[in-house]
């Protein structure tokens, strides 16, 4: 009999790849999406005919209920949340009600239909924020600087005591930044690749960033879902941090976009202090050895070939659509 999973956040980056992987292994996927006036299904369009979609909100847990209880999965992925931590700032109270209570919401939903079905939180290396020591590990005290890394840790503890409380297969991924030509035009990784492309087509001429200095340690988002499944086939739940354990500057991220189709980056980016964020983190980079010896997980996509990744496809992208007096 084929294993079932229920992914909330199905429509999102991770969600669209997590989704490729498991149908892959022969799993019977069902995702959870939210009623929207306007469908955003464009990452897992072509996935749409061997997947099955259920209308359902982290805000509403009655809803939560009815689609475990109908799927009875045996293994539970909560992808969904208030993701853009710039947003967090604008909307503090919605950002809580979505990646703090939301969680408790689907682990009690959980609890009351079936306390054996094995539950993926989605953890962020923005929890460690003020960072106490680099790089950061499972044991790193958390320091979060935004609305966003604040209710990220309350997730990350109230799946901690769910799993201690009710002896549940709860598990959370500490992720470090993982991006890919899937990823949102707002987060700086996809703003930077769709803009050194846009400039290289001639559509636009500059771009504008914020601290070029910030560093991150970044990862492609293919790879990092692969660990979000190991956690669940293992014996025994536990707390993993996903991440490549190299950093790199913003600077460098636009220098290999750049360079990649012949730009000087110098010549098109700005600094706009708009872009700052009110307390900025510093340096993150994760120590996944915890991972890399347990789970056997080992990242195969470097730094450098994610961000010819992300400027090739929206190169792709955006010729397909430009005018023909910019396409080259």
């Known amino acids: 009999m084929a294993k079932r999973a229920l992914i909330t956040g199905i429509t999102g980056q991770d969600g669209s790849y997590l989704a490729e992987l498991l149908l892959a292994k022969g799993y019977e996927v069902t995702g959870v999406i939210r009623r929207l006036s306007t469908p955003n299904l464009w990452r897992i369009e072509h996935l749409l005919d061997r997947l099955v979609l259920r209308p359902g909100d982290l805000l509403d847990q009655l809803s939560l209920i009815r689609i475990i209880d109908e799927v009875r999965p045996h293994e539970f992925y909560n992808l969904a949340a208030m993701s853009f931590v710039p947003a ?11 990646n703090s209570q939301g969680v408790t919401r689907v682990l009690e939903a959980i609890r009351q239909v079936d306390s054996k079905i094995r539950f993926y939180q989605a953890s962020s290396s923005e929890m460690f924020g003020k960072v106490r020591e680099v790089p950061q590990t499972e044991l790193t005290p958390f320091y979060p600087r935004s609305p966003y890394g604040v209710s990220k840790v309350f997730a990350h503890y109230i799946t901690v005591n769910y799993r201690e409380s009710y002896d549940m297969f709860a598990v959370s991924g500490i992720l470090f930044n993982h991006e890919s030509p899937r990823r949102g035009l707002e987060f700086v990784t996809r703003k930077v690749t769709d803009g050194v492309a846009r400039i290289k087509l001639g559509i636009d001429d500059t771009l504008a960033l914020g601290n070029l200095e910030a560093r991150r340690d970044w990862g492609f988002a293919g790879d990092y879902v692969r660990a979000m499944w190991l956690m669940l086939q293992q014996e025994s739940p536990d707390d993993y ?3 490549t354990s190299e950093s790199h500057s913003v600077r460098r991220l636009v220098e290999l976009a750049c360079a990649h189709v012949g ?5 098109h980016v700005k600094t706009d202090p708009k872009f700052l964020r009110p307390a900025e983190v ?5 120590n996944p050895s915890k991972a890399r010896t347990v789970l056997g997980w080992i990242p195969e996509v470097s730094f450098e070939r994610l961000v010819q990744m992300m400027v090739d496809a929206d190169m792709a992208r955006l ?4 005018p023909l007096a910019v396409r080259v």
């Open 88 to 98: 967090s700032w604008d909307q503090p109270m919605l950002t809580g009600e979505y």
């Open 241 to 243: 941090v996903i991440a």
């Open 263 to 267: 730009l000087d980056w110098r010549a």
């Open 282 to 286: 510093d340096h993150l980079i994760g």
């Open 319 to 322: 010729k397909s659509t430009a």
